[in-house]
């Protein structure tokens, strides 16, 4: 598969406006092991071998256990995540799933009890901000 174009070489303000949010993120109160889960997780809905590549080995870098990352796929059923963790997955997929049910009331009422609203926002954010990335990474073709 070839890659299409370079959507940093061919539209610089836009690429740069997407690294604004990846800023945000890296500064952001939101935990680096939430922020790896929900990279990969909805990566791995997606279909994003790009960044499947990149948030794994990131994620092996900081710090993050192959062990959970093989079982990410199945993390309701695992017991290696916890609650906190678990909360945030939900999160990740019912966003990335948005057309389903959305953020159902019940996954946002269990995060309530475990996040401010600060964390949930960040939560969203960077649900959201993967979520582009992949899409601006399948649409061009980009690999691995």
């Given at each position: 598969?070839?890659?299409?174009?370079?959507?940093?070489?061919?539209?610089?303000?836009?690429?740069?406006?997407?690294?604004?949010?990846?800023?945000?993120?890296?500064?952001?109160?939101?935990?680096?092991?939430?922020?790896?889960?929900?990279?990969?997780?909805?990566?791995?809905?997606?279909?994003?071998?790009?960044?499947?590549?990149?948030?794994?080995?990131?994620?092996?870098?900081?710090?993050?256990?192959?062990?959970?990352?093989?079982?990410?796929?199945?993390?309701?059923?695992?017991?290696?995540?916890?609650a906190e963790e678990k909360?945030?997955?939900?999160?990740?997929?019912?966003?990335?799933?948005?057309?389903?049910?959305?953020?159902?009331?019940?996954?946002?009422?269990?995060?309530?009890?475990?996040?401010?609203?600060?964390?949930?926002?960040?939560?969203?954010?960077?649900?959201?901000?993967?979520?582009?990335?992949?899409?601006?990474?399948?649409?061009?073709?980009?690999?691995?």
């Amino acid at each position: 598969m070839d890659n299409r174009f370079d959507m940093q070489q061919t539209e610089p303000n836009g690429f740069k406006a997407m690294l604004g949010l990846e800023n945000y993120l890296q500064n952001a109160q939101i935990s680096k092991t939430h922020l790896g889960l929900i990279k990969i997780r909805a990566s791995q809905i997606n279909g994003c071998a790009f960044c499947i590549d990149m948030h794994t080995t990131d994620a092996l870098q900081h710090g993050e256990t192959a062990h959970r990352i093989f079982l990410l796929n199945a993390w309701k059923e695992a017991s290696q995540f916890t609650a906190e963790e678990k909360a945030i997955l939900a999160i990740t997929e019912e966003v990335t799933l948005i057309n389903q049910r959305g953020l159902t009331d019940a996954t946002y009422a269990l995060a309530a009890k475990l996040f401010d609203e600060h964390y949930i926002a960040q939560a969203i954010m960077a649900v959201a901000t993967i979520n582009a990335w992949n899409r601006i990474v399948i649409s061009t073709k980009k690999t691995v």
